[in-house]
C-alpha cells in the first residue's frame, strides 16, 4: 500500500482482556518499530523488528506485551490480560531500511487507540 | 524513557507570524527529526537533520542542531492555520541505538 496502515483504528478492551494489534508496513520495508503514545506524551519505543528478526525489545513494559512479524511483512502487538495502565495510542513505523531513515525519516500508521474499561 | 524536553510545551500565535520550538536531548545521536502530529492522527516526517549539520531548510520549515549544547530548534514561518497541531523532536542513532527517542512535544495552535 502507499502508507503504513494499522487496524484497528480503535479498540475498547474490557480489563483482563487480550488484545491483537495490526500493522501492515509499506511493502519492502524491512525496519518497523512499534511506538506507545499515552496521552499528552511523546511516543515511546516498544520494540524493532529488521524483516522477521526482534531485534530490540528492550522497551516492552511487561511480558504481557508481545510482538511478533513472522514473514517480515505485517506485524501483530499482542497485550495479554489487558489494564488501565496500557490505554494509549500505539503507532507502527516503518521504513526501506535503517539508512533511509537516517536520511529520510520513518513512515508512521495512523495508530490504535486501545482503551481499556 | 523520553529523551528530553521540548519548549515551550504550548505555544499559541497568530496566523502569518513565526513559531518557534526548541528540544533538547541527552545521548550522542546520529541525526535529529521533527514530526508534526494532528489531534488523533499518526505522526507525520517534516525534517531531519544530521549530527554533522547545523541548518536545513525545506519550505518554511528551518531547523538548526547544536550538538554541542544537544539542543535543536524548529522555524516554521509565516504559521498557517493548518499548522495548528503538535510537534515533536525525536532523536535517532548514537547513543539511543537504531530506535527514535522521542521529546515532550510542543502544542502549537496557530489562529486565524
Known amino acids: 500500500g502507499a502508507g503504513v496502515s494499522q487496524s484497528p483504528r480503535y479498540k475498547v478492551a474490557k480489563r483482563g482482556q487480550d488484545v491483537a494489534l495490526r500493522c501492515d508496513p509499506i511493502s519492502g520495508h524491512v525496519s518497523l518499530f512499534w511506538y506507545q503514545q499515552a496521552l499528552g506524551q511523546g511516543p515511546e519505543f516498544l520494540t524493532y523488528?529488521?524483516?522477521?528478526?526482534?531485534?530490540?525489545k528492550s522497551g516492552l513494559p511487561s511480558d504481557r506485551f508481545f510482538a511478533e512479524r513472522p514473514e517480515g511483512s505485517v506485524s501483530t502487538l499482542k497485550i495479554q490480560r489487558t489494564q488501565q495502565e496500557d490505554s494509549a495510542v500505539y503507532l507502527c513505523?516503518?521504513?526501506?531500511?535503517?539508512?533511509?531513515?537516517?536520511?529520510?525519516?520513518?513512515?508512521f500508521g495512523s495508530g490504535t487507540r486501545l482503551t481499556v474499561v | 524513557s523520553q529523551q528530553g524536553e521540548e519548549d515551550p510545551q504550548a505555544l499559541s500565535i497568530q496566523e502569518g507570524e513565526n513559531a518557534t520550538m526548541n528540544c533538547s536531548y541527552k545521548?550522542?545521536?546520529?541525526?535529529l527529526q521533527w514530526y508534526r502530529q494532528n489531534s488523533g492522527r499518526g505522526l507525520v516526517h517534516l525534517i531531519l537533520i544530521r549530527s554533522n549539520e547545523r541548518e536545513k531548510h525545506s519550505g518554511r520549515l528551518r531547523v538548526t542542531l547544536d550538538t554541542s549544547k544537544k539542543s535543536s530548534s524548529l522555524l516554521i514561518t509565516a504559521s498557517r492555520a493548518a499548522d495548528t497541531a503538535s510537534y515533536f523532536c525525536a532523536t535517532g542513532g548514537g547513543g539511543g541505538g537504531n530506535k527514535l527517542t522521542f521529546g515532550t512535544g510542543t502544542q502549537l495552535k496557530v489562529e486565524l
Open positions: 523488528f529488521q524483516n522477521e528478526a526482534q531485534l530490540d
Open positions: 545521548t550522542s545521536i546520529n541525526n
Open positions: 513505523a516503518s521504513s526501506l531500511d535503517l539508512s533511509q531513515a537516517y536520511s529520510f525519516g520513518y513512515t
